[in-house]
């Protein structure tokens, strides 16, 4: 199957880089390399770093960037150890980063991958497909609790609790090992007069798949190192798919454009805080209508903007 994805909010991210032509710049999720490319062609004697988790996107990027393959460098690895890819290519500071938090539509689509409900396939959800942890194991192996809490917590599923018992039940008398069985398990947790919607099991798979590839922990600790890479006046763009990560990314630029950050009841300042970046949107750019009806993945995206200080 041929790598697709389309890039979302890709002018708007292009725009909020600021690109300078011999600047460095890193694409922490390479994904399709819509966004690199647009950044590759803005580049004359600068540098992108493209970094994936995943062989296949990077296969394919790697042939269609080649053109600019002269001011690329790719690299396997995932954006959470941005300060140790950067140390390994001598790198301190960098001009601006993006990152776009969207599962590729090939990932979605590759029925071997697992992701998707749509398709009969083993439970595997993992974007690096060398890693130990998978759905499979996640479904046979964590406890109810355990199982409970990343439905609520990572899916804001309301059926949390009904569907984690029903795997427990279920998987006493056989392993859960398919999309379809793990599709039918969270489609009977719910009453008759609901088992008819389409999209009763976006929420579980989603939770699933953030807990597999352990998006929301790795996105908290990489913003902080991402920050701290970035040059004076650089720019960073974070598309966010999930309110759970726009909330991550909100927060962490409030605190880094905000001086004082002590309680209101102290009337003096003795944090010592300060402000390293600015918000360059204080509130999130989403897609235009016309983006929206072009590619229905794209309604829940965020792209919030910061420029070092």
């Given at each position: ?12 991210s ?95 689509d ?41 439905l ?26 398919s ?28 939770a ?12 908290e ?38 001086d ?50």
């Amino acid at each position: 199957m041929e790598f697709n994805h389309v890039s979302v909010l890709k002018d708007e991210s292009i725009i909020g880089l600021n690109i300078i032509p011999n600047g460095v710049y890193v694409d922490c999720t390479l994904g399709g390399g819509g966004h690199s490319l647009e950044i590759a062609k803005r580049l004359e004697n600068g540098k992108l770093i493209c970094i994936d988790k995943d062989d296949d996107a990077l296969k394919y990027a790697k042939e269609k960037l080649g053109e600019y393959s002269k001011n690329i460098i790719f690299v396997k690895g995932n954006f959470v150890d941005i300060d140790k890819i950067l140390d390994e290519l001598n790198i301190d500071k960098v001009n601006g980063i993006l990152v776009d938090l969207g599962v590729s539509s090939y990932q979605l689509d590759t029925k071997a991958r697992g992701f998707s409900f749509k398709q009969d396939a083993r439970l595997d959800m993992r974007m690096d497909q060398s890693q130990k942890l998978d759905a499979e194991y996640v479904m046979n192996n964590y406890s109810e609790n355990e199982l409970s809490r990343i439905l609520y917590t990572y899916g804001e599923e309301k059926n949390a609790r009904q569907i984690a018992r029903k795997i427990v039940k279920i998987r006493e008398k056989k392993p859960i090992v398919s999309t379809f069985e793990l599709r039918d398990i969270i489609i009977s947790s719910y009453p008759p007069k609901f088992q008819n919607k389409a999209s009763l099991c976006n929420k579980a798979f989603q939770a699933i798949r953030i807990e597999v590839n352990n998006e929301l922990k790795d996105l908290e600790i990489a913003i902080e190192k991402m920050l701290s890479r970035l040059e004076k006046c650089g720019r960073i763009c974070i598309i966010t798919f999930h309110p759970l990560e726009d909330r991550i990314v909100k927060s962490a630029f409030k605190l880094h454009s905000t001086d004082c950050i002590c309680p209101p009841r102290i009337p003096k300042c003795i944090c010592n805080h300060k402000a390293d970046i600015r918000l360059i949107t204080r509130h999130p750019v989403v897609p235009s209508e016309n983006e929206m009806a072009n590619n229905s993945r794209s309604a829940s995206a965020k792209l919030r903007i910061a420029e070092k200080l």
